[in-house]
Every structure is written in C-alpha cells, then in structure tokens.
C-alpha cells in the first residue's frame, strides 16, 4: 500500500484538518478574551506558539496510535481486520463541519456585531499614520568636537536612505534638528511632529572602528520595538551598509512593504571613499544652514568630494543644489550659476538616475530657468523615487505660484510640511501663499510662528517685513524686522537691496543709497542690485543711471520676471526709437506664463506684465488683441485682494484707466490707499506711463500728497527709533547736493 493510501487510512488527514480548525476556533476566543481581560501581547503570543506546536503532536498520535472500542493502541498492535478507523474517520468528518460551521459563525459575528464602524479607508489611514517615524538627532557619544559633524551626518544620510521607503512617512532633517539635546519627552516629540515611532540612538567614532546604536520606540506606549548595536571596522561601504540594514529592520518592525526597487535603492553603495563621503556630510551641513557664507562653503566642501570621487553622484547633486542657492543667498548671476548647477545635476543622473534628489534639484532648476512643464515632471519623478522629499514639495509649489496657482502652491507647501513640519523655509513660503489668498490675520500669524521655531534663521523676520510693508504699508516697522533678518545673515543681498527700497518709500535716498553700497560690497554683478540701483536712479531723476542699471538688469536676467515696472521702463525707451519687436521678445523671456496656448494666458502672478503687454500690443498696431489681454486681466484681478506682494494694489486702477474708465479708476485708487497700499507708491503716482490719464484730476494729487505725508510721518518715527538705537542708523559721509524729500 503507498504511503498516501496508509496516511488516509489512518485518518492522519482528517486529524490535521480538524486540528487546524479547531486551533484557529480557540485562536479567535483566546484573542478575544484577552482583548476584553486587557492581557499583555506576550500572553496571546504564548497561546498561539502552543496550539502551533500541538500540530505536529496530533499528526504524530493519528499516524502511531488507533482508537479502538478497548483504547487508545499503538497502530501497530491493532488486528487490521478489526480496526474501526472508517468510523472514526467519519466522526473526524462531522467534527470539522461542526466546527467550521463554528468558525463561520464567528466571522459573521465579529463582521456584523454592534459598534463603531470602521471605514476601509479609515483603516488605510491608520495603518499609514503607524508607518510615520521621526528620527531624533544622534548623540555624539566619542566626546570630540570634530566628530559633531560626522554624527549629524550620518544621522541626516540615514534619514535620507529611509525616506526611500514610500510606504513609510519620515520627517525631515530641518525638523528633528530642533529637538537636539532636548529635553522633551517621546510621546510629546511625536505629537509635535506628528508620527507614531521614533528612532534615537549614538555614534561612537574610535580610530577605525565605529558603534551605532538605534532603538525604536513606540510613541504612544512608550515601549521599544527594536533595538540594535552595530559594531563595524570605519569604512564608507560599512556606513552605507548599517544604514541599510537600519532601514529594513524598521520597515519590518512597522510592517512597511518595500518594493524591489526600494529595497535595491537602499542597499546602494554611494562612494567607497571614505574622505568623500566625510566631506559631502560636511557640504550638506554647510547648505542646509541657507545664508550666503555656509552656501559657498558647501559649493567647495561638494566639489572637495567630488575630486575625491568623481563617481559620487550624491556629491554631483549636492553640488547642483548648492551652485543653484547661490543665487538667492549668495548673490552669483542666475546665467552662471544656473549653468554650472544643469552640469552638475546632469552628471548625478548620469551616474545614477535613480536618485530621487538629483531629478528633484533638476526639476527645481528647470522651473528656475523657464521651463515649467520639464521642471514640474522632473518634481513629480523626485517624489515617484523619494516620497519623502521635502524639498521636491517646496519647489513644486514655489512653481505653481509662478504660475499664478496660489491654492495650488499652497497645497504643495502643505504637503512638505507633513514631512518637515518646523522647516522655516515651507513654513515661510506658506505663510506668504495665504497673504497672496487675502488671508492676513493667518499670515501674520504664520510668520510669527516662523520666528517662534526658528529663532536663528531670517525667513521669519524677512516675512513679518514683508506683511508690514506690503500688507500694512508700514515701511518703518518693515524696517526693524529686516534689521533683525540681517542679524541672522548680514550678507544676503535680498535682505540688504530691501532695506534700500524701504528707504527710498520713505523718500530717505541717503539711507536707500547706503544699502545698495552694502549689497554691492558683497556683489555688484547681481540683478536684485541692478533693480534697486534702477529704482534710486529713476526717484531721484537720474534718468542715464536708470536707462544703465535697467538694461543690466535685463543681461543679468534669465527669464526670472523681474520688477515689472523696469520691464515698462525699458519698453517705453524701445517704443520711443521704434523698437517696439524688442520690447515685444524681452516680455516673452521675462513673462513666459503669458505666451501659451498660442495665445496670452493670465494668471495671479503675472497680470501685472499682461496690462503692460496690453499697452505694448496697443502701441504697435494690435488693439483688438490688446482689449482682449486687458478683458482677461480684468477677470484675473477682480477676486483677487488688494494688498500684498500677490496683491492687485494700484493694478486696477491702472486696467480702468487704460479702458477709458477715469472717474471708476479713481474710485479703485482710493479704495487701495485706504486699505493701505503704499509699495511702490512714488513709480505709479510719478513715472507710470499706464496712468498717464489720471495725473490731471486732483483726486489724483490729493492722494499723493495724502501718501507723501504718511511717509514723512513714517520717516520720523524711523529717526526715533535710530536714536533709540532699535535700528542701526546708516553711517555715510553727508552728499555734497542731496535731493530733498518729496513732498
């Protein structure tokens, strides 16, 4: 007899089956009772490791032992002619139906039983918000100080290999740093910051050799889930390969699916150079820390690590982001710094095109130079091979604001915060988004939260500034939340040319002339420097230094939408000597948005180059399209706010005006002074030539003079608070034929 027909006849079958069945029914009771009785884990745990073990017992017993009607017989003592196993095989068979009907039982039971429904996507959601871990900031547990930056390396390259991970939501750098040497317990960090886990550990750097313990811990219970002691010979492979081995280890204890995509994307091996992997640590301390000096220093500290390995392609994208930075905080003419950033970041996909930040600086450098639709898909692939990029979020939405899609920005920003809730810089451009929204209560309130998180960084003080000036139209206090944005980085040209057109509102061109010397000490072949030179000259009526400043302002720019009223400026010189095909192409480089469709497209952020490009297509023949362009403007601005940057301020007025509308212009003039609008004031009431027609009524001038006035009022409280020493006062050497104050 085969050994199939002897297991059957036995009824081994029929006993593992009804085994099986029976388990899982006392499984389901046992669960539920110890659920009810508040049983620790191990218990059911316990349990469940029994009646495993059970299974192989009772095959055991069915397969070497016989009911009979005298006992339980070793098989092989049972006469075959007597043996009663048919019966007691159909038992066993009533038995299984009895207690899979049982089992049945107790699904529909627990399926439809009394309480609070949960929905399938409820589930979903729970399971997500389990899967979210903070990583705390790493102890330095060598006691060296040159070892501090090696730890945080470390710490932020784990962060960056297990945000590989999308099924696991990881919180960026820029907000666990906050919680450095802090005091703060793990369930209240995890509130904070918004996940269920957090992992904290040491590195203890010693000749050769390196420790890295990690422990993971359950936020809410406080409990360790795992826990880890890596001891390994100081090699940049064994670095790579501890962080992989971490992030698998937690994706398994967090029941995290990874794809093999993911899983090959975190086993990679960077570099094998050791020094290079040191120095590209360094270069992404120094560019994290976003002012004009750490900006620079991480483009050599990059550029050490790629000479050190010219086959490191996160040290190639490193260096992209930070030659792209230094446009920004650093100064450096967008043309040269673009170039070298598009070769660098080119480089990294070369050698890797699977490196989720590389496509994400690409895709934030694409949107830089004009080409929204490539640097928008680059964005979306970032995030595809990195879920958990916090930056691809915040240059995607920078992107969708220059695209005049406020909601939609903001919903990006949003989005990054989720992964990087304290970052000063998502948390800055969302509080500038609801201002663009009209929401200013919210906008202040934002800003100040900025400053409340981030106490060393400019972005908050830079936005309060912004709110006052552009929302309130309050340059003095403008001015002393911009001197304290200069003491977090005194050479950021951005915050310096601010100080100079703050000034020049208040009508002070000394003190408007002393910033722009500043930002020219630190750079003079800068656009910003360009623009504010450009602005000083044309107030005080130096219409050579304007026409000079404009027109580098124009060569310095690479399709960046820079002041629209130097865009007028130069269009109205091109008109006057018949050049009106240039003005045409300068507005199609600076103003791309408005040149799509085969037709003009308006948006929020580009409607003020649309009335001008109205003008523009007026002056040279084209009135039926001008009308048009001037119609979609108007639809563009009328529900949007009067006042900030995103604000329509005086740019109603102005489209009024150019239909002919006079007296309703003048309404819509009135009704931005009184809200508040001041930015810019002195280039619409003195020098644009799109309200040309208004300049004769004497509501006009009143609400100039109404302004001018506010301005000196403005300016002599500036004075009370240089003599109170609240904002520096300018030191420069009294002008021999200074140009009074307008009045």
């Known amino acids: 007899m085969s050994l199939f027909a002897e297991l059957k006849r036995r009824n081994v079958f029929r006993v593992a089956i009804a085994y099986g069945v029976i388990a899982w029914v006392l499984a389901q009771v046992a669960d539920l009772a110890f659920d009810n009785f508040g049983s620790p884990e191990w218990v059911s745990k316990t349990v469940l490791f029994l009646l495993m073990l059970g299974l192989p017992l009772a095959v055991f017993f069915a397969w070497a032992f016989e009911l009979t009607p005298e006992g339980l017989k070793k098989e092989k003592d049972v006469d075959r002619t007597a043996s009663i196993t048919p019966k007691t095989g159909r038992k066993l068979d009533l038995v299984i139906i009895a207690v899979l009907v049982i089992a049945v039982g107790l699904l529909l039971a627990d399926r439809f039983r009394p309480g609070e429904e949960t929905e399938p996507s409820e589930v979903v959601e729970t399971d997500s918000a389990r899967m979210s871990i903070a ?19 470390i710490h932020d390259d784990l962060l960056t290999t297990m945000a590989n991970i999308g099924s696991m939501k990881v919180i960026s750098r820029t907000s666990v740093m906050e919680y450095k040497d802090t005091t703060k317990k793990i369930p209240e960090i995890a509130r904070e910051l918004g996940v269920a886990n957090i992992l904290e ?32 010979k ?20 967090l029941h995290a699916t990874l794809s093999p995509e993911e899983h090959e994307r975190i086993s990679a091996v960077p570099t094998q150079n050791l020094e290079a992997y040191e120095t590209y640590l360094l270069g992404r301390q120094h560019w994290t820390a976003r002012t004009a000096e750490s900006t620079a220093e991480s483009v050599m500290l990059f550029q050490k690590a790629i000479d050190l390995d010219p086959n490191f392609a996160q040290a190639w994208a490193g260096l992209a982001d930070a030659y792209r930075h230094q446009v920004p905080y650093g100064g450096v003419p967008a043309a040269e710094a673009f170039s070298k950033a598009e070769v660098a970041v080119r480089k990294a996909l070369e050698l890797d095109d699977q490196l989720g930040e590389a496509h994400a600086t690409l895709g934030g450098l694409l949107r830089q130079m004009g080409d929204l639709a490539g640097g928008e898909a680059a964005l979306w692939r970032a995030l595809e091979l990195n879920p958990n990029y916090a930056p691809a979020y915040n240059w995607l939405g920078v992107g969708f604001n220059n695209e005049g899609k406020l909601e939609k920005g903001l ?26 929204l009209g929401r200013f209560d919210e906008m202040k309130a934002r800003y100040e939260r900025v400053i409340e998180l981030n106490p060393n960084s400019p972005f908050g003080y830079t936005g309060m500034a912004d709110y006052h000036a552009s929302v309130r139209g309050r340059f003095d206090q403008s001015l002393s939340w911009q001197v304290r944005a200069l003491e977090q980085d005194p050479t950021d040209i951005g915050n310096l040319t601010t100080m100079s057109y703050n000034y020049l509102n208040l009508g002070d061109y000394q003190a408007a002339k002393y910033w722009t010397d500043q930002a020219s000490a630190v750079r003079s072949d800068n656009i910003d420097i360009n623009l504010a030179l450009f602005a000083l000259a044309l107030r005080q009526g130096d219409m050579e230094a304007a026409n000079t400043n404009a027109r580098r302002a124009a060569e310095l720019s690479t399709g960046q939408s820079f002041l629209p009223f130097v865009l007028m400026h130069l269009m109205v010189e091109d008109l006057a000597s018949g050049n009106g095909d240039d003005a045409l192409a300068r507005y199609q480089e600076e103003a ?26 007026r002056e040279t023949g084209l009135p039926d399209q001008a009308n048009k362009l001037l119609a979609d403007v108007q639809l563009v601005m009328d529900p949007m706010p009067v006042l900030s940057y995103w604000g329509s301020g005086p740019f109603k007025a102005i489209a009024y005006a150019m239909s002919g509308e006079d007296q309703t212009a003048l309404a819509a003039l009135r009704a931005a002074v009184d809200a508040g609008w001041r930015w810019g004031w002195w280039y619409f009431f003195d020098h644009d030539p799109l309200l040309e027609s208004l300049r004769g009524y004497p509501e006009f001038q009143a609400m100039r003079a109404e302004i001018a006035a506010d301005m000196g009022e403005q300016l002599k409280n500036v004075r009370r608070m240089e003599a109170n020493e609240e904002i520096p006062a300018p030191a420069w050497p009294a002008p021999k034929n200074a140009a009074p104050p307008p009045t």
């Open 201 to 232: 550990g040491g590195i203890q750097r010693s000749g050769n050799q390196v420790r890295i313990n990690v422990q993971l811990i359950d936020a809410e219970t406080d409990e360790h889930l795992w826990a880890e002691i890596y001891d390994r």
């Open 234 to 253: 100081l090699t940049a492979e064994n670095l790579f390969v501890i962080q992989s081995e971490v992030s698998k280890a937690i994706a398994n204890a």
């Open 411 to 436: 919903e990006m920003y949003q989005k990054g915060l989720e992964l990087d809730p304290l970052s000063p810089v998502l948390l800055s451009n969302a509080a500038a988004n609801v201002g663009g």
């Open 135 to 153: 990583v705390l900031p790493f102890d330095n547990r060598s006691n060296r100080d040159e070892d501090v930056y090696f730890t945080e390396g």
């Open 592 to 617: 791309p948005t408005l040149f799509q469709n085969n037709g003009y497209t308006v948006t929020a952020s580009n409607y003020p180059m649309g009335l001008q490009l109205a003008y523009l297509l």
